[in-house]
């Protein structure tokens, strides 16, 4: 792998594996909140009232659900754009190009790399 010697740990390709296997149990749960909207769409368009369909619903409901899959999502996705980040700049890459990479201004990419080394920090401090 370029950048990265034989053996030695690579942050960015765990962040991925995590993001996949999160995108994965996304998916898993998104396509059962699917099923679950289909069939409250059936009670509703059977003539039963919002209430008693809403009222009638299992939890986690469905928004629940599908706002659980966004927060989780959205926090894989943040490690994976970390480390992403962090291994381009151990290229070489500059934060320009990273930034116009990823669609985003000089200083989020800035913001992310110390954000990243912050944490690093605190997990290497004897506690």
């Given amino acids: ?19 996949v296997t999160e995108l ?9 909140a699917r099923t679950r909207s289909e069939n409250l769409l059936e009670k509703r368009r059977s003539g039963r009232p919002w209430l008693e369909v809403v009222t009638g619903e299992a939890r986690p409901l469905v928004v629940e659900s599908i706002s659980t899959v966004l927060g989780s999502l959205a926090t894989a996705g ?10 381009l700049q151990g290229e070489d890459v500059s934060i320009n190009r990273i930034a116009a990479l990823f669609g985003v201004t000089r200083q989020r990419i800035s913001a992310l790399l110390r954000e990243r080394d912050a944490g690093r920090q605190a997990t290497e401090e004897p506690g």
Wanted: with cysteine.
């Fill in 24 to 32: 994965d149990a996304c998916i898993a749960e998104l396509q059962h």
């Fill in 78 to 87: 943040h490690a994976w754009r970390l480390e992403q980040a962090s291994a």
């Fill in 1 to 19: 792998m370029a950048g990265t010697p034989e053996g030695a740990p690579d942050p960015a390709a765990r962040a991925l594996q995590d993001l």
